[in-house]
């Protein structure tokens, strides 16, 4: 479970930004901000679409983007 890794990796670079994603934070080149008001990352791979960061998980990815 996502989960299980997200508390694992707590002290980690590893940011769950979505029910289904968990991303590196060192890893994101560009955040943009979707036209519904939802953000999405993209991690500069042509073959890796923008990731969705969910209303769930925004706030603590955001704190944690900031404060890199």
């Not at 979505?18 to 939802?38: A, C, L, T």
Request: aromatic content about 8%; hydrophobic content about 30%; some cysteine.
């Amino acid at each position: 479970k996502l989960k299980t890794i997200e508390e694992s990796f707590a002290e980690s670079d590893l940011v769950r930004c979505h029910r289904k994603y968990i991303v590196n934070i060192n890893k994101v080149e560009q955040m943009s901000r979707q036209k519904d008001g939802s953000f999405s990352l993209d991690l500069g791979m042509n073959r890796i679409e923008p990731i969705p960061v969910s209303k769930t998980y925004e706030e603590g990815f955001l704190a944690r983007f900031n404060s890199r």
